[in-house]
């Protein structure tokens, strides 16, 4: 089994492998995995989970058509409002797509700090607000905010990972 992963981000590779080699079904242990960076067509700050997940959509969408790969796995980040919740949220999605069947997975949401917050609902980019907070370079290719907001209990290659777990469902289980 050949699977793209439509991002050049390591941590979404990761992630991708991390999925594929849990459990007990359905995916070849001589399966591949490839990162190529494709357009997700949303904007850089995915707001709100329908952007959020047709970026992940698009992203896998348009890697399956870029190469020889059975499967095209999409994962975004975004923030997004819960109704009965205060404040922004970190939220990811997956999506797995054959060509024919798509499937969807979420990762952990986390609260935004209130100052991150304000700097993302002012329009800043998530990444870049956490690189000048944390005073470091490339969080997102990292621990990411998730390992930032949870003291790295959870980092950004395990959230992706659920999420990509999540999306799987549809290729792993006859449930669907």
């Keep these: 089994?050949?699977?793209?992963?439509?991002?050049?981000?390591?941590?979404?590779?990761?992630?991708?492998?991390?999925?594929l080699a849990a459990g007990e079904?359905?995916?070849?242990?001589?399966?591949?995995?490839?990162?190529?960076?494709?357009?997700?067509?949303?904007?850089?700050?995915?707001?709100?989970h329908a952007?959020?997940?047709?970026?992940?959509?698009?992203?896998?969408?348009?890697?399956?058509?870029?190469?020889?790969?059975?499967?095209?796995?999409?994962?975004?980040?975004?923030?997004a409002a819960f109704d009965g919740?205060?404040?922004?949220?970190?939220?990811?999605?997956a999506a797995v797509d054959d060509g024919e069947t798509v499937g969807r997975g979420a990762g952990p949401s986390m609260r935004l700090p209130a100052e991150i917050e304000r700097r993302v609902a002012d329009g800043?980019?998530?990444?870049?607000?956490?690189?000048?907070?944390l005073d470091a370079e490339g969080v997102a290719r990292k621990g990411g905010a998730a390992g930032a907001f949870t003291g790295d209990r959870v980092d950004r290659t395990t959230a992706l990972e659920t999420a990509v777990a999540g999306a799987l469902g549809p290729f792993v289980t006859d449930l669907y």
């Excluded at 800043?124 to 907070?133: K, N, R, S, W």
Aim: proline share 5%; net charge negative.
């Design 1 to 19: 089994m050949h699977v793209g992963v439509g991002s050049g981000n390591p941590v979404k590779r990761d992630a991708v492998e991390r999925a």
């Design 25 to 48: 079904a359905a995916v070849p242990s001589d399966a591949t995995v490839e990162a190529r960076p494709v357009s997700s067509g949303v904007s850089e700050q995915p707001r709100g």
């Design 51 to 79: 952007e959020t997940i047709r970026g992940a959509e698009t992203r896998a969408r348009n890697v399956l058509a870029q190469g020889d790969y059975d499967l095209g796995v999409g994962l975004e980040g975004g923030v």
């Design 85 to 93: 919740a205060d404040g922004l949220f970190l939220i990811m999605w």
């Design 124 to 133: 800043a980019e998530l990444g870049p607000v956490m690189d000048d907070v």
